[in-house]
């Protein structure tokens, strides 16, 4: 079985090698297609996705010779291979950053199952490129917005989108908000008639906090 898989893996790989000739050499185009993804969906009668990602990792591994080969060696799957382009694309803009990058997760890849190389990406990156990621993680911090603005019953409209950090402050603060809330109304109301016959008071401590 573990054989047949590779075998498997191994015919993709070469699959995806006669993908990039074909872009390459603009087959599509002379076939009278409107590019390869579409000749792949018409051909071989797959989702316009499916056909665009096969393209995508076809020229991928056009520049990554040793993924490439690994591939069509079956020592790595497709999952493999689609992970270290990934990583590869993240660094691609650094000097040697194509060959550092395919080298080590190649290697992690072939030992390793494909979650774990996915995991390796976001490391990766963050050693070989920590500028341009705190660069990326200030532009989302600006493009964070929260907007809190009054209705016109008197309740209260919060949208918004924020970064996983200001998210996770303003999650809080509304948990201990609502848990307050909820030991106050208790406290003033221990016996009230107005309980449901689950006990829920008028707020309870699991609230949803919406688009934040």
């Not at 020592?75 to 291979?81: D, F, K, T, Y």
């Not at 705190?134 to 008197?154: F, I, M, V």
């Not at 030991?183 to 829920?200: A, C, I, K, L």
Request: charged share 20%; with cysteine; net charge negative.
């Amino acid at each position: 079985m573990e054989q047949a898989y590779r075998e498997a893996c191994a015919g993709y790989g070469t699959f995806l090698g006669l993908v990039a000739e074909a872009d390459e050499e603009q087959d599509a185009l002379l076939l009278g297609h409107g590019g390869t993804a579409s000749l792949l969906r018409d051909r071989l009668r797959v989702t316009g996705t499916t056909a665009a990602g096969m393209v995508r990792d076809a020229r991928g591994l056009r520049r990554c010779p040793d993924t490439r080969d690994a591939l069509a060696a079956g020592q790595i799957s497709p999952q493999h291979a689609s992970q270290i382009l990934t990583g590869i694309k993240a660094v691609a803009h650094l000097p040697q950053g194509v060959q550092q990058a395919e080298e080590v997760l190649l290697a992690l890849a072939i030992d390793q199952d494909p979650g774990a190389v996915r995991s390796a990406v976001t490391g990766l990156r963050q050693i070989m490129d920590p500028l341009g990621v705190e660069q990326e993680h200030q532009a989302k911090r600006q493009r964070s917005a929260c907007y809190l603005s009054p209705t016109l019953d008197g309740m209260w409209d919060l949208a918004g989108t924020l970064d996983p950090e200001s998210g996770a402050i303003l999650a809080t603060a509304l948990d201990a908000l609502s848990t307050n809330h909820l030991h106050t109304t208790t406290d003033n109301h221990p016996q009230s008639d107005d309980r449901g016959s689950d006990g829920e008071s008028g707020c309870c401590g699991e609230q949803d906090h919406g688009p934040v």
